[in-house]
């Protein structure tokens, strides 16, 4: 039995050199393996703790995202990496990260779930690999600001967490056909796996951080907006304020120039922006340009703020933010190029429109809806602001001016330098020849209370065709309101004409009159002035169906001579209204401009044609000629009143009033047979003038 297992036992035999040789090699190659693959290990585990440390250090998403690109761009010796960040509410794949080349595509490029190769990642979770020929998938969509014909080979897997909600992609791309590794794949999809709950974690720090951080800036804005400070004060601790809620780099408030607003003349021409504040606080405004601007593109500006605000998913949004964009460009000041990102909002009171805020950042940045709706908040509660301060500004002026016409109109302790200087405040030299004008707006369409009179136009003719019963107090109030601001609009258009050609007129606006006092530098004797403001009140009549009457005072020199040049202003106008013809029809009524001057006998008739209503034959006989002219349809009186100031020569009488001398004999003939005094008698012809000029005073506006 132990000799069996003696011989059953046999010694290996003795190894040869050349076996040892080979053995010793295949030892050295298994070693250099073992080395390159624990080297591989450990950088791959250098790079994952990268990323560890990386997430585990910061909250901030653009630096998980930043670090993220240059991680895996040096783990996989790729050229390139994007990272898509999955926005839920639009829906679709927005690039949040990339190399420096692209970096200002950040925020720009967006792909809908399902769209190219990242969009197939993302809605079958599925990593996809492409070592040659990315071009050629079918699945790929170009995008021809990433130059991505550059590229062979393209690398794609998903970011989701442990419940598979998808937070985004990551790409990356090689110029030359890569080989992708089982090692570069696994470190790709553990890296997605590490980052994806640190993106998300990013994303609600960054919510919560942005909605503490609005709530008190918010508060310090409504308490700023609420100080009472002057407008520009407020308008730079606004532009500050809103740099730190929207962490930009740069705000720029424009506001409409006030001296372009010409009521319902600035729809006929391009409103202005100029730049009124910026933070941080650009002493150098050459670097801003001012944007002229019509209304459509403010009109559009605002639908596609909204738009904005309520963006989908569907394909119209990659035409809505390249329209956004391009519309932005035209309202951007700046005229360099030293910011990248724009977003604004624009400045709206009610229906006014009153300016733009502009932000800006120095780098690419990913605006979302929430940034829009914040901003557009802004701008809303600066809108309130802003125009509060100009109702303010506005009653202070008015004060101002009222004050200082009472002054000249009654008279004031006041010294005339003291006059002189207040004046000057108001944009006015005393020290010049002015006239002293009083305009009424006695008729207006109400229609003119809107910008969008045309549109209103049909509201008011539907509205007159079908009233609403029980709610004429109601309506009576509406017309009322629609009246005074009618008013007021085509007292702006009036002002601002007369302004055009009488630089230094100043004005008093009260309802439906206008007083002023206008310059007569280039014409001291005032005599064409009268013709201009016929000119104008003609123009008022054709253009917007209004109705003017004006008068005009003589010229004054000094101080003390406006207090007369009112009441002859006013006296020209109360009277150049009675005296208007009743019988012409509001269709043919021509302008009413009377100049003090132009009243003759009739300023001394006046008085006593109100005070004393006592009638004589006369008056009587007067009264039956116009009578029996308003029965007829005739023109006897005025016939009778042409011939007594012809001094009754028959040649010039017919010639005045363009009538054949037969016509003329007949009118004559008609007269006596009506009258009982003999206007053949030259001793009655000075008493029947001055009684038909008292009757007509009498019953001027009858």
């Avoid at 530098?521 to 016929?534: F, M, N, Q």
């Avoid at 002219?629 to 005739?634: G, I, L, V």
């Amino acid at each position: 039995m132990s000799f069996k297992a003696s011989t059953n036992h046999q010694l290996p035999p003795p190894y040869s050199p050349a076996d040892s040789e080979l053995t010793l090699e295949q030892l050295q190659r298994e070693n250099s393996e073992l080395r390159n693959e624990i080297e591989v290990r450990t950088q791959e585990n250098t790079l994952l703790n990268e990323v560890i440390s990386t997430v585990g250090s910061t909250l901030r998403l653009d630096d998980v995202l930043r670090h993220l690109v240059d991680t895996v761009v040096r783990a996989t010796s790729c050229h390139i990496a994007f990272i898509y960040l999955y926005d839920k509410d639009k829906e679709r794949l927005v690039l949040a990260s990339t190399n420096e080349q692209y970096h200002h595509l950040v925020g720009k490029i967006t792909m809908g779930v399902g769209e190219g190769i990242a969009g197939w990642v993302a809605l079958h979770r599925k990593a996809v690999f492409l070592t040659d020929e990315a071009l050629d998938d079918p699945r790929f969509c170009y995008f021809p600001e990433l130059e991505e014909e550059k590229f062979q080979s393209i690398m794609t897997v998903p970011i989701i967490t442990k419940t598979r909600h998808l937070i985004g992609v990551i790409t990356v791309q090689a110029i030359a056909p890569h080989e992708f590794t089982d090692q570069h794949r696994l470190f790709i999809s553990n890296t997605a796996s590490l980052v994806a709950s640190a993106i998300e974690n990013a994303q609600l720090y960054e919510n919560t951080q942005r909605k503490l951080s609005t709530l008190t800036t918010l508060s310090v804005l409504s308490q700023t907006i609420s100080s009472g400070l002057y407008l520009d004060d407020m308008l730079r601790s606004l532009a500050t304020l809103t740099v730190q809620l929207m962490e930009v780099d740069l705000c720029v408030i424009m506001l409409m120039d006030q001296a372009r607003e010409r009521d319902m003349e600035s729809s006929r021409q391009a409103r202005r922006l100029t730049v009124r504040a910026t933070s941080p606080n650009l002493n150098d405004r050459g670097q801003f340009h001012a944007i002229d601007i019509d209304r459509t593109t403010l009109e559009r500006l605002r639908e596609l703020n909204e738009a904005n605000l309520n963006k989908d998913s569907s394909h119209a949004s990659l035409d809505l933010d390249y329209e956004n964009e391009h519309t932005l460009e035209r309202l951007n000041p700046l005229k360099d190029n030293q910011y990248r990102t724009l977003v604004s909002a624009p400045l709206i009171a009610g229906t006014e429109q009153l300016g733009l805020i502009n932000c800006y950042s120095n780098k690419s940045r990913r605006y979302a809806p929430e940034d829009q709706t914040l901003l557009t908040t802004i701008a809303n509660q600066a809108a309130i602001a802003i125009k509060n301060s100009y109702l303010v500004n506005q009653l202070a002026q008015k004060n101002l001016i009222k004050g200082f016409f009472d002054d000249l109109i009654q008279g004031t302790n006041d010294s005339e330098d003291s006059l002189r200087q207040r004046a000057h405040f108001l944009g006015c030299d005393l020290t010049r020849p002015h006239a002293a004008v009083m305009i009424e707006i006695t008729h207006v369409d109400a229609r003119w209370d809107e910008e969008t009179s045309t549109q209103k136009q049909g509201k008011i003719e539907r509205g007159r065709t079908a009233p609403l019963a029980g709610n004429s107090e109601n309506t009576g109030l509406t017309q009322g309101a629609s009246l005074q601001a009618a008013y007021k609009r085509m007292s702006g258009i009036i002002r601002r004409r007369i302004q055009d050609n009488y630089s230094g007129a100043i004005f008093y606006e009260h309802e439906n009159l206008i007083t002023c006092i206008i310059p007569l530098s280039k014409d001291p004797s005032g005599t064409r002035l009268k013709t201009w403001l016929k000119d104008l009140a003609q123009q008022m009549r054709n253009e917007y169906d209004v109705f003017l009457s004006i008068g005009i005072g003589n010229t004054c020199q000094y101080i003390a001579d406006y207090r007369r040049g009112f009441a002859e202003a006013n006296e020209a106008l109360q009277m150049g209204q009675n005296l208007q013809d009743s019988k012409v029809n509001d269709g043919k009524r021509p302008p009413i401009v009377t100049h003090f001057n132009d009243l003759g006998v009739y300023r001394y008739l006046y008085k006593i044609a109100h005070m004393d209503d006592l009638r004589d034959v006369f008056q009587d006989q007067i009264a039956h000629i116009d009578n029996y002219d308003r029965r007829k349809n005739t023109d006897l009186l005025d016939t009778l009143e042409t011939y007594l100031e012809c001094a009754g020569n028959l040649t010039k009488t017919s010639e005045k009033l363009f009538v054949h001398r037969n016509t003329l004999i007949q009118r004559l003939e008609r007269l006596q047979s009506l009258c009982d005094i003999d206007l053949q008698e030259r001793g009655n012809w000075l008493t029947l003038q001055v009684a038909i000029k008292v009757y007509k005073l009498r019953n001027s506006g009858e």
